[in-house]
């Protein structure tokens, strides 16, 4: 048993990778939310804005991994399927004053759109991880500036089967096109494919031999968003991002295979990469 959720991994990756968290989520008020916080807060994650709620349970997962190292995920959402736009509103003044405001889709998708809106006049940079896949409205895509699909939550959100580089160009140019600033598609073993308006550029992924792809991407995303806050490119930042999931992939569970600054760092230094 060991701690996850997609939000969770996300925010645990980014304090791990040496940057001020504040996370915005929802528990039940039971064990499993009580030991949630109480890690939260060992890893130095602000969680004045972590809500219990006393009627549903946390969110749980079972996770099944094969021999690849591959999984399949069951979710039971409880409490994370609660979070209200008044519970982002409480948060207005933290969102706004944020460099970077980083999402997923295990919340429902009304405080996606509630806390994207208030980021985007705050002038806050948007970093939408679209997992679980489901589709976007052109309403939400114009408010996010980094979105990060995989191949399969590429293809559900334009439509455009992803089969060689040429497809990933034309499936980021449809992104483009809604408002995105930069499209990252996550490309697992491969590495992550980058589109802005002036890149388009396959990021290669560092060669490890995977255990556990739990939270990989989420770890990615983690790690993008403290790289992007600190002013690196958005290739630099890829390429920082890979090296955090890279690390992760070695090790079994969720949020334990998050690594630290020094860990990523010393990779990059070490393959010069």
Same mark, same amino acid.
């Given at each position: 048993?060991?701690?996850?959720?997609?939000? *969770?991994?996300?925010?645990?990756?980014?304090?791990? =990778? @040496?940057?001020?968290? %504040?996370? /915005?989520?929802?528990?039940?008020?039971?064990?499993?939310?009580?030991?949630? /916080?109480?890690?939260?807060?060992?890893?130095?994650?602000?969680?004045?804005?972590?809500?219990? @709620?006393?009627?549903?349970?946390?969110?749980? =997962?079972?996770?099944?991994?094969?021999?690849?190292?591959?999984?399949?995920?069951?979710?039971?959402?409880?409490?994370?399927?609660?979070?209200?736009?008044?519970?982002?509103?409480?948060?207005?003044?933290?969102? !706004?004053?944020?460099? /970077?405001?980083?999402?997923?889709?295990? +919340?429902?998708?009304?405080?996606? &759109?509630?806390?994207?809106?208030?980021?985007? #006049?705050?002038?806050?940079?948007?970093?939408?991880?679209?997992?679980?896949? &489901?589709?976007?409205?052109?309403?939400?895509?114009?408010?996010?500036?980094?979105?990060?699909?995989?191949? $399969?939550?590429?293809?559900?959100?334009?439509?455009?089967?992803?089969?060689?580089? !040429?497809?990933?160009?034309?499936?980021?140019? *449809?992104?483009?096109?809604?408002?995105?600033?930069?499209?990252?598609?996550?490309?697992?073993?491969?590495?992550?494919?980058?589109? $802005?308006? #002036? %890149?388009?550029?396959?990021?290669?992924?560092? #060669?490890?031999?995977?255990?556990?792809?739990? =939270?990989?991407? @989420? %770890?990615?995303?983690?790690?993008?968003?403290? =790289?992007?806050?600190?002013?690196?490119? /958005?290739?630099? *930042?890829?390429?920082?991002?890979?090296?955090?999931?890279?690390?992760?992939?070695?090790?079994?569970?969720?949020?334990?295979?998050?690594?630290?600054?020094?860990? +990523?760092?010393?990779?990059?230094?070490?393959?010069?990469?």
């Amino acid at each position: 048993m060991a701690a996850g959720g997609k939000g *969770a991994n996300q925010a645990v990756a980014a304090a791990r =990778a @040496d940057r001020e968290v %504040v996370f /915005i989520a929802q528990v039940g008020n039971d064990m499993f939310g009580r030991q949630a /916080i109480e890690s939260f807060v060992r890893e130095g994650i602000n969680v004045d804005y972590v809500y219990r @709620d006393k009627d549903a349970p946390s969110g749980i =997962a079972l996770i099944f991994v094969g021999a690849d190292g591959e999984n399949s995920i069951a979710v039971a959402s409880g409490a994370n399927s609660r979070l209200t736009p008044a519970d982002v509103q409480a948060a207005k003044d933290v969102i !706004s004053s944020a460099a /970077i405001l980083l999402m997923q889709l295990e +919340i429902p998708m009304e405080i996606v &759109q509630v806390a994207a809106e208030i980021a985007s #006049k705050a002038e806050v940079r948007v970093i939408l991880n679209p997992a679980p896949a &489901q589709p976007l409205s052109n309403n939400l895509l114009k408010y996010i500036s980094v979105l990060t699909p995989n191949e $399969t939550e590429t293809e559900l959100v334009t439509g455009i089967k992803i089969k060689k580089k !040429s497809d990933m160009s034309t499936a980021a140019k *449809a992104l483009l096109s809604k408002g995105v600033e930069a499209v990252l598609i996550t490309l697992g073993a491969q590495g992550v494919y980058v589109a $802005t308006s #002036k %890149v388009r550029e396959l990021v290669p992924a560092f #060669k490890v031999e995977a255990i556990d792809t739990t =939270a990989a991407g @989420d %770890v990615f995303n983690g790690a993008l968003a403290v =790289a992007l806050s600190e002013n690196k490119t /958005i290739i630099e *930042a890829a390429k920082f991002a890979n090296a955090a999931a890279a690390l992760s992939v070695t090790k079994l569970g969720a949020q334990p295979s998050a690594p630290y600054r020094n860990e +990523i760092e010393d990779l990059l230094s070490r393959l010069n990469y």
